[in-house]
């Protein structure tokens, strides 16, 4: 699975949806959320919350993704660099 990880407003979102349909659906003049993106929302709601316990959550959500996805876009730059994960990194 490829991991775009991203600052807010460098289009991570677009390298996502090209690599993977499955979490963006391209349209004509933007991107649009799959309404069926649940996991990866929660994924980011553990950026946002800085929990330890989150964290601890998101271990188990990657193997959810990872099933599903070949590629999802992430602002959780500690979490996969401390963890080792490869990723693509966009400024």
């Known amino acids: ?12 979102a677009l390298v996502s949806s090209v690599i993977d349909s499955t979490d963006y659906i391209l349209g004509a003049d933007r991107i649009i959320a799959n309404p069926s993106r649940q996991i990866h929302l929660e994924l980011n709601n553990a950026h946002y919350n800085h929990r330890k316990t989150e964290y601890e959550q998101v271990d188990l959500q990657i193997e959810k993704l990872e099933e599903k996805y070949n590629a999802i876009s992430s602002h959780l730059f500690d979490y996969f660099f401390n963890r080792n994960h490869n990723f693509i990194l966009i400024f």
Do not use: K, S
């Open 1 to 12: 699975m490829h991991i775009i990880l991203y600052q807010p407003g460098a289009h991570g």
